[in-house]
Nanobody, 116 residues
Framework: QVQLVESGGGLVRPGGSLRLSCATS????????MGWYRQAVDKQRELVAS???????GYPGSVKGRFTISRENAKNTVYLQMNSLTPEDTAVYYC??????????WGQGTQVTVSS
């Protein structure tokens, strides 16, 4: 049974940092490329970070240099370090495999709110 449990979100001021975690099970973690996605109100879900089984990472321009994805294969866990947060980063953040259609499953996500 697939489980994706995101945590670490919260309310943070602009310029602040958060570290998100995603504990996984049932997805053959070590051989999958993993990603962090986010969905803001009235916007489509978007991919904000990816990491291959070998540790190669990728980011869109909107977060490059501010977000860092990492993975700990021994714990089947993926992380997202977010620095220099802005109100535009406010969203629900989800982790999933890439492509997410592989398991057709989403966790509950974790809310990140950036506000003064």
């Amino acid at each position: 049974q697939v489980q994706l449990v995101e945590s670490g979100g919260g309310l943070v001021r602009p310029g602040g940092s958060l570290r998100l975690s995603c504990a996984t099970s049932g997805i053959a973690f070590t051989i999958n490329t993993m990603g962090w996605y986010r969905q803001a109100v009235d916007k489509q879900r978007e991919l904000v970070a990816s990491i291959t089984p070998g540790g190669n990472t990728g980011y869109p321009g909107s977060v490059k240099g501010r977000f860092t994805i990492s993975r700990e294969n021994a714990k089947n866990t993926v992380y997202l370090q977010m620095n220099s947060l802005t109100p535009e980063d406010t969203a629900v953040y989800y982790c999933n495999v890439i492509p997410y259609q592989r398991y057709n499953y989403w966790g509950q996500g974790t809310q990140v709110t950036v506000s003064s």
